[in-house]
């Protein structure tokens, strides 16, 4: 009797932890479930500015080897990633083959536009203004993407279970390039007019959605389109030329009136601006010689852009403005300017011009001349000058848009990048316009292709 | 209800329970001493082979706690034993004795030395069993080998004496991280860790050190743990020893078994020892001016040669103007001491055992120091005939003092003082250290002036109440803890940066703590012939772990490193908390008759938070059965044959070893935009995840002969382990670098040999213990979508693919150097539109042979598992001195020497090694030293390539230790019963081929096995110590 006591007991005991299944319930709490997160309207919030984190990462560097890297206007003596772009030895390792920090925008934004509706009861226009950032972002990544490789794998909806499609074959380049025209319509109709403050900078505003889609139009040569897009930015209260004595502050201080999209950093999110830029005696990129050479006399902005007492300058001080000097290659806290008034005029500029309205090109080529102390032109002046006017545009973007991450997708955009480089790296081949796409995306997706140059 | 209402209703249950047996058993004590007859028995002890007096010979009367321990002259008085009374002689490697009384007062003794091993208990997962009845495969490590090592932590002990166990150091730094794999790598992802059960409780012996600098492996877990305390160590490899732990024991199960009182007048203990310890051996390095040549080479064969930076070459810089080779500057002989004491005894009711130690070592590497406190008390009380209770704690205090040692970034210590240009000078014209200089750190700089401390608090604590419930039917309780702080501090002075009052600093404090509670009831009956013996349980068990750190820039002052100086924030982590919990229910039984048949089955389900719900329990069952044939009739004949018995076992155990929360997938906070907070996800949910499960079959011979002088154990295994965990790589166009998947399976299988033998046994002895470990691993199937090439790149250098093992590397074959431009016949080239090869460059093995130098030229270049391994140990005895000589030995393994890549690297104008000397300079050169080249266009650099893979192979002098007996008669004077005098020398001599610092080198630990960083390098250690008893 008294052991059927003590066996009761130890029943009881284990008896006990029939309570227990629950304690298996353990949810994160430092951090949200992936389908869990998107609960508030704050939450809708850090979900976008997580997008603008992960643009830091894919623009830090990139702009300038995308940008710049292949083209005419810098020259280098770095290893690695300058002396394989500037000499036309790409490879499928090169670091600015690599696709991952824009994809990492691109699934970030997937997340928002898919959740960022279910943390809103109602469409509303807050609700619209976040997805308006989220898709302007990723159309941003996607042009890249575009202008690099040609055709990419385009995915808009995020990953979240072992049953979707993660071997996508590459996209035809058109079909993105609609994706991203769609994306970017839709934030110039429902993004913020203006963020206020240091937003309407750093933060896609319709402005920004705007210009975005003018260089989208450039690039698929919809010149009509450019011009009213070009339009919408020009109207737009945001923006406006600065004073050429403020000229290096646009990229020094940032937050401009003349910015319509820049990339935010600051001393703990960094970019490598100075590293390429600036390092006083050993910067990844110097101006070239050609480019020293193509200023017209009594150019202002040529003394802010270098030091021209150098005879052979090895740093370009346009980003930290005019006698900057320093031996350091600390990360920079500058911001990068992606997007500014200047550039979307001489765009709209392009653009007349293709349409033969020469009139109204050279009236805005002369409104960024005229800034830079040089005298206006007239069409005459300008084939003299440079052959023709569309010539004239180009250098004047080539000199006004220096190191900012456009020339060479002018050169490509106008089909001009072979006549241009080939003296300098033998470029010779259109289907060498685009990027290699990096092996570690091949080692990972069975689907893809290589393009065809580098096979 | 909660998890905290569980534990909280079962505890003030056992309150209740505890109250009530209090008070029976009050009067129980009552009753005894009423009933208690005075009688004195005493006497004297002997060794029956020397005839010399035994001291702390334990005295028990049979079936009671009274008991006390022999005195210095053998001596001993027991009190209270009655004339039908037995007396119970015990003695650490003598053949316990049963004496009856009958009515003298006078009982002299000469114990006999146990000889046979198979009588030994050895610790199973809840229990103990008789060595020679076990029927899985067990190895056992006992004190004394441990004291022979004087090793610091029980892992590196573990290295060479077990079969079937692999230990290889990550790192030599004091405190360092270990490597160990108990049967091979059963799981690619990283969970390849046994679980570490110490008393019972089973420990987190995770790396929680979040500061690491750059090295890929930190400290030494169990370094908290003092060697001295530990009585055994058990490994438990086959599926019947460890299916009783279920879901973490695919990876084997080391049980560590502290040292507990025994009755008897209090043995104190105090061991004194002192060492140093310096660096195996240098490697070579080229001098200032023989740099500045190779580096003008390197320019000078540019196919469009720039003009050589003045940086490298300019020798009146004062910068520049330096001719040091840094290891000379860095390496250090480097002194230990440790102090260990012990007391331990107990009376009729109470036993115990207290310790103490502490240990102070220096590492090899300059301004590197490890100190540990460590306490213990076991106490157990028989607070009743039918109950006892107990508790072990046990304190830890480690402060580390490391330095950044391993890893690639230039604050890696081991890889600077190697590579570091011997150019640059140590001090600048105005006396500062030229701490920064072009991408490189000063490494003595980095050594004295960074700052990186680990400072760690560990308690781990186990309560038990043990109730017989009735004969053969006894209940016991565990409560444990393992709580443990850690306390990181980090900082980069802006002496040793470029940039102007740039300095760095981070801190984390981490609280882990993990509480277990187990209950069973074991049931032990015998049947005439037949014995049965039974298990059941439950444990419930919880982790927790939290984390807050800072991380800060800009301090206005390099002497103010605490973080609200700092300038700026760069990151925090403020209470970063993760849990994980795990429900368990486990049985055993246990069948045998006359000992000569052997049964026993496991069962243990485990349901565990980690998994998605629907697949959260899992089962784990194994069989095993033993067969002495030795016993049977008609091998009666065979007298020599003392013990023999084959063992088979079958069963599965499990691996859970992934993130808190990864089935759930995360989004992180912290990915802010400027002050904007942001999130992103940044773990993709995978529903299905579950368990690894791991099926093992093991066979085994036990074998005794001539009197038990020879002991030969054997085992054959096969582990196949399917469902694994992988972080499966994904296309980055996903947004997400990999998911978890349970994906293929792996297969490891092998032969153990143990072999004892008592080669001489007079008053010479010689034993001599000799152990081999095969074991073949291969993965046996990886899913087809994820073999985008035939192979999952696994890491920088190695590969992993159906057939072959884990392990090998993957890249370009090095045949050597053209000696001639014409050399190259075929015109190869590098890439399809690349240049050809030329005099000076590497000739690559051309795989396909189409001429061209690619992607697909590439092929397995080595393999890192070796062939087999093991260790030998030989033991002499001569009247008062022993001698134990250990070597331990690994055959077939490779390295991918990253160190000596780095070490001829010019494109990073590194330092080279004096192999550079025979570098190829003209047309006809034949060297295997390519031309340097400072663009690197062939990537002749940057290839994963044969020519950094090395044979690893070595045998070690691992140990020797000589001790010596000072006889009684010297020492009694000064009041001590025992004095021991010492020598270890560890790690004196090893012969290998490789020509890194040491073959036993493991850069990364989990799957990327083989690979030296250039981690903190292994020493030479030579200690001396004395040991007093009192």
């Excluded at chain 2, 007062?105 to 020679?132: C, D, F, H, Q, S």
């Excluded at chain 2, 008609?634 to 007298?639: C, I, P």
């Excluded at chain 2, 020497?897 to 990073?908: A, D, G, L, W, Y």
């Amino acid at each position: 009797m008294k052991n059927i006591k003590k066996f009761i007991v130890v029943l009881i005991l284990f008896q006990a932890y029939s309570c227990s299944e629950e304690i298996l319930e353990k949810d994160p709490q430092s951090s949200f479930s992936a389908q869990g997160f998107y609960k508030t309207t704050a939450d809708a919030r850090a979900g976008v500015n997580g997008i603008y984190d992960a643009l830091q990462s894919a623009m830090r560097i990139n702009f300038s080897f995308w940008g710049e890297g292949r083209a005419d206007a810098v020259d280098t003596r770095h290893s690695g990633d300058p002396l394989a772009l500037k000499q036309n030895n790409l490879t499928q390792t090169i670091n600015s083959a690599s696709w991952n920090n824009l994809y990492e925008v691109i699934s970030r934004a997937n997340y928002a536009i898919k959740y960022i509706p279910s943390v809103f009861e109602e469409e509303n226009d807050f609700s619209r203004q976040l997805i308006g950032q989220a898709r302007a972002l990723r159309a941003l990544s996607y042009f890249y993407a575009v202008r690099v490789w040609g055709d990419v794998p385009l995915i808009t909806e995020p990953y979240e279970s072992v049953e979707q499609d993660f071997f996508v074959e590459r996209t035809g380049k058109e079909m993105v390039l609609d994706q991203i025209e769609a994306d970017l319509i839709y934030a110039s109709e429902n993004a913020r007019e203006s963020n206020g403050g240091d937003g309407d900078r750093i933060l896609f505003t319709q402005g920004g959605a705007d210009a975005l889609l003018t260089h989208v139009y450039m690039w698929r040569q919809k010149y009509g389109d450019a011009i009213a897009s070009a339009e919408r930015v020009m109207n737009n209260d945001l923006y406006s030329l600065v004073s050429i004595t403020n000229w290096n502050n646009i990229f020094s201080s940032g937050y401009s009136n003349e910015t319509i999209f820049e990339v935010g950093y600051n001393e703990t999110q960094t970019n490598s601006l100075r590293v390429l830029y600036a390092l006083g005696s050993d910067s990844h990129y110097f101006p070239s010689e050609s480019f020293r050479n193509s200023f017209e006399e009594g150019d202002l902005r040529e003394t802010l852009i270098y030091d021209v007492t150098e005879e052979e300058p090895r740093k370009i001080w346009k980003f930290f403005g005019e006698g900057f000097n320093d031996e350091s290659p600390d990360p920079s806290g500058n911001n990068i300017v992606l997007l500014r008034l200047a550039d979307i005029i001489l765009l709209k500029a392009e653009a007349h011009n293709a349409l033969g309205e020469t009139a109204e090109a050279l009236q805005l080529l002369n409104r960024i001349r005229e800034r830079a102390g040089l005298p206006e032109i007239d069409e005459q002046e300008a084939v003299n000058l440079y052959g023709d006017l569309e010539s004239a545009i180009l250098h004047e973007r080539l000199i006004e848009l220096s190191f900012e991450g456009h020339r060479w997708f002018d050169l490509v955009r106008t089909g001009r990048a072979i006549d241009v480089m080939n003296p300098i790296n033998g470029l010779s081949d259109e289907g060498n316009l685009v990027w290699p796409i990096h092996e570690d995306a091949f080692n990972r997706n069975p689907n893809l292709e290589q393009n065809l140059f580098y096979r | 209800m909660n998890e905290k209402n569980c534990l909280l209703s079962f505890i003030d249950f056992r309150l209740r329970l505890s109250s009530k047996l209090n008070i029976t058993f009050l009067l129980m004590f009552f009753v005894i001493n009423m009933f208690a007859q005075e009688k004195t028995v005493s006497g004297k002890i002997i060794d029956g082979n020397s005839g010399e007096p035994l001291m702390g010979v334990n005295v028990i009367v049979k079936g009671t706690s009274n008991g006390v321990s022999s005195g210095f002259n053998g001596d001993y008085v027991i009190h209270n034993a009655s004339p039908d009374d037995v007396l119970v002689f015990s003695f650490l490697g003598f053949e316990t004795k049963e004496v009856a009384v009958e009515g003298e007062t006078e009982i002299n003794l000469a114990m006999e030395p146990a000889t046979n091993a198979l009588e030994e208990l050895v610790i199973v997962g809840y229990g103990k069993k008789k060595k020679r009845n076990l029927t899985g495969s067990i190895a056992s490590i006992d004190s004394e080998e441990i004291s022979q090592s004087a090793l610091n932590d029980p892992v590196s002990i573990l290295q060479g004496r077990a079969a079937g166990v692999q230990v290889i150091s990550n790192s030599g730094a004091p405190g360092g991280g270990m490597t160990i794999r108990v049967r091979g790598n059963s799981s690619l992802n990283s969970g390849n860790t046994p679980l570490y059960v110490i008393d019972g409780v089973p420990i987190e012996s995770s790396e929680l050190s979040t500061l690491n600098g750059s090295e890929n492996h930190g400290l030494n877990p169990l370094a908290a743990i003092n060697p001295g305390d530990i009585e055994s160590i058990e490994i438990l490899k086959d599926a019947a020893s460890t299916a009783i732990y279920g879901s973490r024991a695919a990876n084997g199960v080391v049980m560590i078994t502290t040292k507990r009182g025994s009755a008897g007048a209090a043995r104190v203990n105090l061991n004194v020892s002192t060492g140093v310890s310096e660096i195996t051996r240098k490697l070579s390095v080229l001098n200032a001016s023989q740099y500045r040549e190779v580096i003008v080479d390197s320019y000078r064969n540019m196919e469009n040669p720039i003009e050589v930076t003045w940086a490298v070459i300019d020798s009146l810089n004062p910068r520049n103007n330096g001719d040091i080779d840094w290891q000379e500057e860095l390496y250090q002989i480097a002194p230990q001491y440790k102090v260990d004491l012990s007391v331990n005894g107990g009376s009729e009711n109470m036993r115990y055992a207290w310790s103490s130690s502490f240990l102070d070592q220096d590492g090899i590497i300059l301004a590197s120091n490890y100190q540990r406190v460590t306490s213990r008390l076991n106490v157990d009380f028989d607070i009743s005939e039918k109950v006892t209770v107990g508790q072990s704690i046990s304190y830890t205090n480690g402060v580390n003092n490391r330095i950044n040692a391993a890893g690639t970034g230039n604050t890696s210590l081991v890889r600077e003082l190697l590579v570091r240009p011997p150019s640059y000078s140590m001090y600048l014209p105005d006396g500062s250290l030229n701490g920064y200089q072009w991408g490189r750190r000063n490494p003595v700089g980095l050594a004295e002036q960074a700052t990186h401390i680990n400072k760690t608090n560990r308690v781990i604590g186990n309560q038990y109440l043990e109730y017989d419930i009735i004969e053969g039917l006894r209940f016991r309780t565990n409560v444990s803890l393992d709580y443990l702080s850690m306390k990181e501090d980090e900082f980069f002075p802006s002496t040793l940066d470029y940039r102007e009052g740039y300095n760095e600093g981070a801190v984390r404090s981490i609280n882990n703590l993990t509480w277990a509670n187990e209950n069973y009831i074991t049931y032990d009956r015998q049947f005439g012939d037949h014995n049965f013996s039974s298990l059941l349980g439950l444990s419930i068990q919880n982790w927790k772990y939290e984390r807050t750190g800072l991380d800060g820039m800009f301090f206005p002052s390099d002497n103010i490193r605490t973080l609200n100086a700092a300038g700026t924030i760069s990151n925090q982590e403020v209470n970063i908390t993760t849990e994980h919990s795990m429900l368990s229910y486990f049985g055993r039984v246990s069948y045998d008759y006359m000992e000569r048949y052997l049964l026993e089955f496991n069962l243990r389900a485990d349901g565990s938070s980690r998994f998605g719900r629907d697949k959260r329990f899992g089962y784990f069952p194994s069989a095993s059965a033993g067969w002495r044939f030795s016993d049977e009739f008609f091998m009666n004949d065979l007298e020599f044959l003392n013990d023999s018995k084959l063992r088979f076992s079958v069963g599965q155990t499990g691996n859970e070893a992934i993130g808190n929360y990864t089935s759930q997938g995360e989004f992180s906070v912290g990915t802010n935009y400027l002050d904007m907070s942001g999130a992103a996800p940044s773990v993709m949910p995978n529903s299905g995840l579950t368990w690894e499960t791991t099926t093992q079959y093991n066979a085994g011979i036990d074998i005794a002969l001539f009197n038990n002088r020879i002991l030969f154990t054997a085992d054959a295994y096969l582990k196949e382990t399917n469902d694994l965990l992988y972080n499966v790589p994904i296309p980055r166009t996903t947004g997400f670098n990999y998911i978890t998947q349970n994906i293929g399976s792996i297969e490891n299988k092998g032969l153990e040999f143990l072999l004892t033998s008592h080669n001489i046994d007079k008053e010479f002895r010689w034993n001599t213990s000799l152990n081999v470990s095969l074991n073949r691993n291969k993965v046996v199937d990886l899913p087809d979508n994820l073999l985008t090439n035939g192979y999952i790149q696994n890491g920088r250098y190695h590969i992993l693919q159906e057939g072959m093992p884990i392990g090998i590397f993957y890249g370009w074959k090095f045949e050597g150097v053209y000696a001639r431009d014409e050399d190259n016949v075929n015109g190869v080239t590098n890439g399809a539109l690349g240049r050809e090869f030329q005099g000076g460059d590497p000739i690559w093995n051309d795989l396909n042979n189409d001429n061209i130098i690619d992607e697909d030229d590439r092929q397995i270049i080595g393999n890192a598992q070796p062939d087999f391994f093991g260790g030998i140990s030989n033991d002499f005895h001569y009247r008062n001195f022993s001698l134990n000589i250990f070597f331990q030995y690994s055959y077939g393994g490779d390295i991918y020497s990253e160190i000596n890549h780095q070490r001829n690297s010019v494109v990073s104008y590194n330092n080279l090694s004096t192999d550079a000397l025979d570098r190829w300079r003209n047309q006809g050169d034949v060297t295997n030293f390519p031309r340097p080249l400072r663009d690197d266009p062939m990537q002749s650099d940057s290839r994963i390539q044969s020519r950094w893979v090395e044979d690893g192979s070595y045998i070690k002098l691992k140990n020797v230790n000589l001790q010596y007996n000072v006889p009684p008669s010297l020492i009694e004077r000064l009041g001590l019963n025992t004095l021991e005098a010492y020598v270890t020398a560890s790690n004196l001599i090893t012969w290998t081929n490789y020509t890194g610092y040491d073959p036993d080198v493991n850069s990364y630990s989990g799957l990327r096995a083989g690979v030296d960083e250039g981690s903190f390098p292994q020493s030479r250690t030579v200690i001396f110590g004395l040991n007093f008893g009192f």
